[in-house]
């Protein structure tokens, strides 16, 4: 910004520059260029701004199994992987495809925590799956020393996390059915556990199901979670794509072959020697 130097100062747009009165002077500066993006590059944009509403949406949706942990990176890692499952929808329907358009189950194993993974924690994770329209988690019996791989040394309880999620990408509403919280002592023998919920009878719809964990010490009188994020995890053990009720199987596009009357011809000709 360059100082007034003529006669007459004044405020304001004239032309290609902008006055501005300060404390100390008068001083100039020019009007930024507009800038005229390509249609390719608008369309782009759309859909970066879809990846970022589609992430809040999850947030959203899924706030009450999100550990302190979670919120460091996680926006911008989940915003990432949406705009990647936006992206490998039909190429022809760039500007306008949505979540819905796209490979859904590349959700499936995304972890909330950038510093720990899930699996992790325990030798198997729980089982999910859907079937005659519910959707079923089983969980195995648990011993300690037998399914636990990671445990900080003053833990006395595991605590695990499950939430149902049925997201609807098109007109951003949600339903998450939350599970209560299992909180497993270190002298305990689990049996096992199984949830199951059916699912909504809604047209299109993207089922998600998160796990979280994160462990406990105790005295006679009170526990307290481990403030620690090496000991808090939590991922999406599932990621389903339903229409009208039928699971949807993501098929890649097949790339187009260029034929050689497609190709573009240059001026240029080789002389072969």
């Known amino acids: 910004m360059g100082e007034q130097t003529g006669l007459i100062s004044y405020s304001g747009k004239l032309g290609n520059t902008v006055g501005v009165r300060k404390k100390g002077g008068n001083f100039v500066r020019t009007v930024p260029k507009s800038v005229n993006m ?5 369309k782009s944009a759309k859909e970066f701004g879809y990846g970022s509403t589609a992430c809040a949406l999850i947030k959203t949706a ?31 329907m760039k500007g306008n495809r949505n979540v819905f358009d796209g490979d859904l189950s590349l ?16 030798r198997t994770l729980p089982e999910v799956g859907l079937v005659d329209k519910e959707l079923r988690l ?15 040394a003053k833990a006395n309880y595991v605590v695990l ?6 997201l609807d990408f098109k007109n951003y509403t949600y339903q998450l059915e939350l599970a209560p919280e299992l909180r497993i002592g270190k002298e305990e ?15 299109e719809q993207a089922v998600l199901v998160m796990m979280n964990v994160f462990f406990e010490s105790a005295t006679e009188k009170y526990r307290s979670k481990i403030d620690n994020q090496l000991y808090q995890g939590g991922a999406f053990l599932e990621a389903i794509h339903l229409l009208g009720g039928e699971v949807v199987t993501f098929e890649n596009e097949e790339p ?16 072969m020697l």
């Open 38 to 42: 390509s249609e390719n590059s608008f």
């Open 107 to 122: 959700l499936k194993g995304f972890e909330f925590n950038d510093k720990v993974r899930l699996n992790s924690f325990f």
């Open 189 to 203: 023998h689990f049996s096992g556990a199984s949830l199951s919920f059916p699912v909504p009878d809604t047209e």
């Open 161 to 166: 996390g499950f939430g149902f999620g049925f």
């Open 138 to 152: 089983s969980l195995p019996k648990f011993i300690w020393e037998e399914l636990l791989t990671k445990v900080p």
């Open 62 to 92: 899924f706030d009450p199994l999100m550990l302190r942990p979670f919120k460091g990176t996680l926006h911008n890692r989940l915003s990432e992987v949406m705009r990647k499952v936006i992206r490998s929808g039909p190429i022809t």
């Open 256 to 271: 187009h072959e260029v034929s050689e009357e497609d190709k573009p011809v240059g001026s240029l000709v080789w002389k």
